[in-house]
Nanobody, 117 residues
Framework: QVQLVESGGGLVQAGGSLRLSCAASGSIFSRDAMGWFRRTPGKQRELVALMDGGTVTNYADSVKGRFTISRDNAKNTVYLQMNSLKPEDTGVYYC???????????WGQGTQVTVSS
């Protein structure tokens, strides 16, 4: 069983920065994928950033150049550095993990990010 525990959400003004952290416990290893999704008001949950196998990264077009995903395999933790935040980034951010077999999806409980204009 895998548990994902997020931290780092909060309220920030537009143009500010936040850093999200997600610590994984259980059977998630460096070869597995970890990343972040978000649900913003009026939209379905969408991919924000994903790190696959520790090297390959994917970003939503809307966050490219502003957000950076990173991973500390020794701590089994994935981070999301969010810079130049915009009000439209407001939403609940979910940590996500899946083993390399892609046979299971794991989700964190979500952390609220609010960007004021």
């Amino acid at each position: 069983q895998v548990q994902l525990v997020e931290s780092g959400g909060g309220l920030v003004q537009a143009g500010g920065s936040l850093r999200l952290s997600c610590a994984a416990s259980g059977s998630i290893f460096s070869r597995d994928a970890m990343g972040w999704f978000r649900r913003t008001p009026g939209k379905q949950r969408e991919l924000v950033a994903l790190m696959d196998g520790g090297t390959v990264t994917n970003y939503a077009d809307s966050v490219k150049g502003r957000f950076t995903i990173s991973r500390d395999n020794a701590k089994n933790t994935v981070y999301l550095q969010m810079n130049s935040l915009k009000p439209e980034d407001t939403g609940v951010y979910y940590c996500y993990a899946t083993p390399w077999t892609r046979n299971t999806n794991y989700w964190g409980q979500g952390t609220q990010v609010t960007v004021s204009s």
